[in-house]
């Protein structure tokens, strides 16, 4: 079972804010998946990194950057957020093998005013 | 192009009774297909997978789901619905390896079971 932890649970910020969005996995799994999902609706993939140093953009155009420097972090950045960025966000990551499930994160709820 | 289809947006079972969530697949090659469950404010939980073998496969909670290759469907099922059952499912295929291997995931079906 993978173990992935992303940070603050639930944040509210004014527009205009920068803000990083944390998640940590505990199980050195390569693969990770950053998605954004509307309240009970379909997920949008944004991001992707297949290791150290490779980052990918998603289906759904956003106007977010990752890095991936370590396994172990991969985190999202708005340099300016606006209300538009309002939703959840969805840290995912995957074993070695296209035949493993993603494991997911509790989700990032974030909220622009 | 990938995709999967889920035609319900909600399915309402009475607790007991047999519960169906549809979902359909298109994808070249052979699909790996998986369920994902989410209860209200959580990330999606794994339930099972289909990568080959038995058309049949069992996975957490008492779900099951059956893989039709000429009908492209993998509908998940359990013989008797709780009401804790009740969340949001996704179903989800994998695309070929030489496309990035993303999931591509369905827009998702609201179970709810009544007592």
């Known amino acids: 079972e993978a173990d992935i932890y992303q940070t603050p649970r639930y944040l509210v910020i004014g527009t205009g804010k920068k803000i990083t969005l944390e998640c940590s996995q505990t199980?050195?799994?390569?693969?990770m998946y950053w998605y954004q999902q509307d309240p009970g609706m379909e997920l949008h993939l944004i991001h992707y990194?297949?290791?150290?140093?490779?980052?990918e953009k998603g289906d759904l155009s956003s106007e977010s950057t990752v890095s991936r420097i370590r396994t172990e972090h991969f985190p999202l950045t708005l340099e300016s957020a606006r209300p538009s960025h309002t939703s959840q966000y969805l840290c995912?990551?995957?074993?070695?093998?296209?035949?493993?499930?993603?494991?997911f994160g509790d989700g990032t709820r974030l909220s622009i005013l | 192009a990938q995709s999967v289809a889920q035609p319900e947006d909600q399915v309402n079972v009475a607790e007991g009774n047999p519960l169906t969530v549809k979902c359909t697949y298109s994808?070249?090659?052979?699909?790996?297909l998986f369920w994902y469950v989410q209860y209200p404010n959580r990330g999606l939980q794994f339930l099972l997978k289909?990568?080959?073998?038995?058309?049949l496969v069992k996975g957490s909670y008492g779900f099951e789901a059956e893989f039709n290759k000429s009908q492209t469907s993998f509908h998940l099922k359990k013989p008797s619905a709780l009401v804790s059952d009740s969340a949001l499912y996704f179903c989800a295929v994998r695309a070929p390896y030489n496309q990035g291997g993303k999931l591509i995931f369905g827009q998702g079906t609201e179970l709810s079971v009544k007592p």
């Open positions: 995912a990551t995957q074993g070695q093998g296209s035949n493993q499930p993603q494991h």
């Open positions: 199980m050195g799994h390569d693969k």
């Open positions: 990194s297949y290791g150290v140093n490779s980052t």
């Open positions: 994808v070249s090659g052979n699909p790996y």
């Open positions: 289909y990568i080959t073998g038995d058309n």
